[in-house]
């Protein structure tokens, strides 16, 4: 079934903005020769102060100095400028830009561009008054709400640096964070409903402010969003409650430091809402975003504007092909790349209509998304893997309520999509119209780098297909060998497109380890890929995901796709274990799904699968019991945990990021000794 090849219908092509293959090859081959006309044509759409000098100049070859990367060096603008006042002078004043969800279905705003840029104005003014400028860092912790993006613009509108936390990280998490970045404001929310679950966000934020004060760093002022009292669910705190019984009138009192904590609306009350852009240079920092590093201390990737600007724009229009009048939905949390990329930076660059959602697909019901697919008559729809393979464990029941004819365009991003997963999204959700963009990108590039243009790349299932215009994949191998034609290696980039990340903050050093050493001359991904036939590239997992079974390398990603497409199978990871005789095996988890036992019938069926599939160097040695797996809060499975439970060892080190702590030890009490 994963051979077939899903080509967009011709009514749908015509529609689009790239309409085949062959126009997209030209635009791409052109991206390729010229990219200063390319990209410099893209920029006419934007307001510049001052022109560049130069439009593009970079190193990429450590063995010839720095790595540098630079574009549109000495223009200058502003990006809130460009998202929201350039919009609102062309007339989209009056056009909705987000439809706010809330997590309770009842409550539900929205906000134009006008009254966007105004508030924007009204809290770059607060944050001056606090003393904020040019170049400071500006930490945010806030949940899915208006006012996390009016946060993110106003700092980007006086030219401060935005580093928002996702507000799911512990305390300590949060504060290394703050600690790295010298942030002098923080941003939050008093709290939040998280489906059925209230979390108080001040109370971290201050275990984090004060982790910060020992570690030697105060962060100056703290700005607080009172979110709960307004929500419809809190309205009934005072009396009966809904499904929480938690709900209490003292869950509304948040801890305060006098000089410190100042309320949101109050600061907002006297400001003004015209607040002069300032005017900063192409190369100057926008925001940075720490990401994980395989080692310990967290990355703090940090992108510049006019490049992001740029990158951010042109993937948002062509890879959702958006239209004006589309209504587009981007489930990500606002505190990851995708969030910044696809839910503000993009989408307003373009003056797109957004749905803000804080809410969960799971909550009130199973439904959820699909009701508010429905309720804003949503186009395109942008969402991750593993919330559609827990979707899918309910069945097609929850879907079929709802009619999501509106649907044109469906995303997938973080992850490799299984087949499964794949040709669910296309049949139950997309009714066999939409086209399937999946985007493989990471933090560190800005925006998508391989994948389908709707209406144009005929599609395979789990391919993320070919490059977008400016980039430039290889596949290298061990020696850094370029592999031409249909093959398997490193996933590398030859040169820099106008998103790419310029340093990581406060460590140039480590920047140019990670990503330009060992293969010099290329960004590498730290990915692997193999390249079919037709050229088409499938993401095989992290280069350190693959593993070596009898001299046969393979990639943990390709055994748990097999598992995972057996019918009785919810979820499957896959890890590395140490082997006396073949060097590695592979030892797997997986959690059946709602109803099924897992037997041994189940786990001689699985190991089956994969030696048929893969062959019989690939089979599993152990299949254990995983009734969950151990996750980020962004849905990625913490592989690394998993290797610990294989080996048995407690030592299992920085479990911060992970969203269900307890989940650990009935791991190590399913554990299977290797015989
Ligand atoms: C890593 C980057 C990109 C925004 C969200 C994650 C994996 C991402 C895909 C995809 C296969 C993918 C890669 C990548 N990944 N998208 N479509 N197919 N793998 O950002 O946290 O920086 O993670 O996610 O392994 O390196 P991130």
């Not at 008093?190 to 109370?203: A, H, S, T």
């Not at 391989?450 to 490059?467: I, N």
């Amino acid at each position: 079934m994963d051979k077939k090849v899903y080509v967009p219908d011709p009514s749908v092509s015509r529609k689009s903005h790239i309409s085949s293959m062959k126009q997209y090859e030209d635009m791409y081959k052109h991206s390729i020769d010229n990219p200063e006309e390319f990209w410099g044509e893209i920029a006419k759409q934007f307001h510049w102060e001052t022109e560049p000098s130069k439009f593009l100049s970079y190193n990429f070859d450590i063995t010839k100095g720095p790595i540098s990367i630079k574009w549109m060096e000495g223009a200058t603008t502003n990006i809130c400028y460009n998202l929201l006042d350039r919009n609102v002078k062309n007339g989209h004043g009056d056009k909705i830009a987000f439809y706010w969800e809330g997590n309770d279905p009842e409550d539900y705003s929205r906000l134009t561009y006008k009254k966007l840029l105004e508030e924007v104005c009204r809290f770059a003014n607060v944050l001056k008054s606090k003393g904020v400028s040019k170049g400071d860092r500006v930490a945010i912790y806030m949940p899915m709400i208006l006012e996390v993006v009016i946060a993110m613009l106003a700092c980007s509108r006086i030219g401060a640096v935005h580093t928002i936390v996702f507000a799911g990280f512990s305390a300590d998490s949060f504060a290394e964070r703050m600690l790295d970045a010298k942030c002098k404001v923080l941003i939050t929310t008093d709290g939040v409903w998280r489906g059925p679950k209230l979390i108080c966000l001040k109370e971290i934020c201050d275990a984090a402010m004060e982790r910060c004060k020992n570690l030697g760093h105060e962060v100056k002022n703290c700005i607080i969003v009172e979110h709960l009292p307004r929500l419809s669910v809190s309205q009934n705190r005072n009396g009966t409650t809904k499904e929480n019984g938690d709900t209490s009138p003292e869950k509304n009192k948040i801890p305060w430091t006098e000089g410190r904590d100042f309320w949101w609306h109050e600061e907002m009350e006297d400001a003004s809402t015209s607040c002069y852009p300032v005017w900063v240079g192409a190369e100057d920092p926008l925001f940075m975003l720490y990401t994980s590093g395989s080692t310990g201390k967290p990355k703090g990737v940090l992108h510049t504007v006019a490049g992001y600007l740029l990158y951010a724009a042109t993937t948002f229009k062509y890879v959702f092909d958006y239209r004006p009048g589309d209504v587009y939905w981007c489930t990500a949390d606002v505190g990851w790349i995708t969030g910044h990329t696809y839910v503000v930076y993009g989408p307003l660059a373009n003056g797109a209509t957004s749905v803000l959602f804080e809410g969960t697909p799971f909550y009130p019901g199973n439904s959820r998304y699909w009701e508010v697919v429905d309720k804003y008559r949503v186009n395109k729809f942008y969402t991750a893997p593993t919330a559609l393979r827990a979707l899918m464990k309910f069945g097609d029941g929850p879907v079929k309520k709802h009619s999501l004819s509106t649907l044109q365009v469906l995303g997938s991003v973080g992850e490799p999509i299984n087949p499964e997963a794949w040709l669910w999204y296309y049949v139950v959700i997309g009714h066999e119209k939409c086209s399937i963009v999946d985007t493989y990108w990471q933090t560190e590039t800005g925006g998508h780098l391989l994948t389908p243009l709707p209406g144009c790349t005929p599609m395979k299932p789990g391919s993320a297909t070919f490059p977008f215009f400016g980039v430039v994949p290889v596949l290298l191998d061990e020696n850094g060998k370029e592999i031409r034609g249909p093959g398997e290696g490193y996933l590398a980039f030859k040169r820099p497109w106008p998103g790419i990340m310029r340093t990581l903050f406060g460590n140039h050093e480590r920047f140019e380890t990670t990503y330009f050493k060992k293969f010099p001359g290329c960004y590498c991904t730290g990915d692997g890929a193999r390249r079919d036939e037709d050229g088409y590239f499938w993401i095989t997992g992290r280069v350190d995901d693959m593993l070596n079974v009898s001299g046969h390398l393979l990639s943990t990603a390709e055994v748990e796709a097999t598992l995972s497409a057996h019918p009785n199978v919810a979820e499957a990871a896959v890890v590395s274990h140490g082997h006396p005789i073949k060097g590695e095996c592979l030892y797997c988890f997986v959690t059946p799904n709602e109803g099924v036992k897992f037997s041994k019938e189940l786990t001689d069926e699985l190991k089956k699968k994969v030696r048929e599939k893969i062959g019989p160097f690939a089979t599993p040695e152990v299949i254990q019991h995983a009734p969950g797996l151990p996750k980020t809060r962004s849905g990625k499975i913490m592989r690394r945990i998993l290797r610990k439970v294989a080996q048995n060892d407690r030592n299992i080190g920085d479990i911060s990021t992970l969203a269900d702590e307890g989940i650990i030890e009935v791991l190590f009490q399913n554990r299977i000794e290797i015989k």
